[in-house]
Antibody, heavy 117, light 111 residues
Framework: EVQLVESGGGLVQPGGSLRLSCAAS????????MSWVRQAPGKGLEWISY????????YFADSLRGRFTISRDNAKNSLYLQMNSLRADDTAVYYC??????????WGQGTLVTVSS | QSVLTQPPSVSGAPGQRVTISCTGS?????????VHWYQQVSGKAPKLLIF???NRPSGVPDRFSGSKSGTSASLAISGLQADDEADYYC???????????FGGGTKLTVL
């Protein structure tokens, strides 16, 4: 069964940092691009970033470039999102998803990041 | 303001057919880029419903169908059922932004 499990969310103070992880199983992780998407409470989906299968291509939402970094470790079947200088409006559920010709499937269950003092 | 525009809400009675529109521009849908649709039931992760404009993943009923024309795309749901009640999102790629974009989402209420 194809599965994605995010971890690393939690409560962090404004200005702080957090590293999210996404553990993949049930497919050949190194064959697929991956993406991060977030959803603020009561709001819609916001695409954050994309990384190709071998990390050669990375795309980022303009509003987040510079504060967030995406990476992956194919040997560990894991995807990461390093988030720095966190602000209150970064509070959201963060999802990882497998990217296949543009569509996102499947999605993980999400991990909640709360930025608050 | 989302790059892709969806109606905030639609509704229909059980058994009826509803459509959800997704309007973009010449830098995304109008550029020939694919549109994908997702269903998000309250409190759950999104699920792929339609990929590459018209294709259904295995397990998605044929009551769900997608279409695309010009700078817009549509999701149609026929034979509405109570468990279709969810939020629906369209997604495409935008050449000006250099990344994926989502519509603002449409809440479907089954009356």
């Amino acid at each position: 069964e194809v599965q994605l499990v995010e971890s690393g969310g939690g409560l962090v103070q404004p200005g702080g940092s957090l590293r999210l992880s996404c553990a993949a199983s049930g497919f050949i992780f190194s064959d697929y691009a991956m993406s991060w998407v977030r959803q603020a409470p009561g709001k819609g989906l916001e695409w954050i970033s994309y990384i190709s299968s071998k990390s050669s291509t990375i795309y980022f939402a303009d509003s987040l470039r510079g504060r967030f970094t995406i990476s992956r470790d194919n040997a560990k079947n894991s995807l990461y999102l390093q988030m720095n200088s966190l602000r209150a409006d970064d509070t959201a559920v963060y999802y990882c998803a497998r990217s296949d010709y543009g569509e996102l499937d499947p999605w993980g269950q999400g991990t909640l990041v709360t930025v608050s003092s | 303001q989302s790059v892709l525009t969806q109606p905030p809400s639609v509704s229909g009675a059980p058994g009826q057919r509803v459509t959800i529109s997704c309007t973009g521009s010449s830098s995304n849908i109008g550029a020939g880029l694919d549109v994908h649709w997702y269903q998000q039931v309250s409190g759950k992760a999104p699920k792929l419903l339609i990929f590459r404009n018209t294709n259904r993943p295995s397990g998605v009923p044929d009551r769900f169908s997608g279409s695309k024309s010009g700078t817009s795309a549509s999701l149609a749901i026929s034979g509405l059922q109570a468990d279709d009640e969810a939020d629906y999102y369209c997604q495409s790629y935008d050449t000006s932004l250099g990344g994926s974009v989502f519509g603002g989402g449409t809440k479907l209420t089954v009356l």
